[in-house]
């Protein structure tokens, strides 16, 4: 199964969080935590590694915390999982320590590529402003009384 991991999964929440404050509106690291039950401590690390990467600026003082780098029509769910995670492959024909061993006879190598490339170029068109949409969409949707939900009972 492929999975994100946790780093992963907490960059995505408080970039979509970030997005739908005021524009300008810095929030802490301990407030995005206790919104989403978010570990602080593991939070606080990816979103350092989201300012270093300018996905987020990091702002000082009292009424200091986030913000994002750019607007969120222009990051990508791509740019966060690469910054947390680094180079995202499903299958590792290549390591550290050189090529697979069954490199020169893999059958599946070409394929798992094309699946490779198409997942990155999903992930390249996903930005966080869609995350914020698909929510809204949800909500509204959650909202809406659905006809086939509702029961009639006769006698």
Not at 56 to 72: D, E, F, M, Q
Not at 108 to 127: A, C, D, H, S, Y
Not at 134 to 149: L, Q, T
């Amino acid at each position: 199964m492929l999975r994100l991991t946790k780093k992963a999964d907490y960059g995505l929440i408080a970039l979509k969080h970030l997005a739908e404050l005021p524009e300008g509106h810095a929030q802490s690291a301990k407030d995005i935590a206790e919104t989403y039950g978010i570990p602080t401590p593991l939070l606080a690390k990816v979103l350092q590694t989201l300012a270093r990467s300018g996905l987020v600026a990091s702002h000082a003082g009292i009424h200091g915390g986030y913000t994002l780098g750019r607007p969120a029509n222009r990051i990508t769910a791509f740019e966060v999982i690469r910054s947390i995670e680094g180079t995202l492959f499903i299958a590792s024909c290549t390591t550290s320590h050189g090529d697979c061993d069954l490199l020169s006879s893999c059958t599946v190598k070409e394929p798992l590529r094309k699946l490779n490339n198409t997942i990155q170029g999903l992930l390249m068109n996903m930005r966080i402003s869609d995350l914020c949409e698909e929510s809204k969409a949800d909500a509204a949707f959650a909202r809406k009384p659905n006809p086939s939900h509702l029961v009639t009972l006769t006698h």
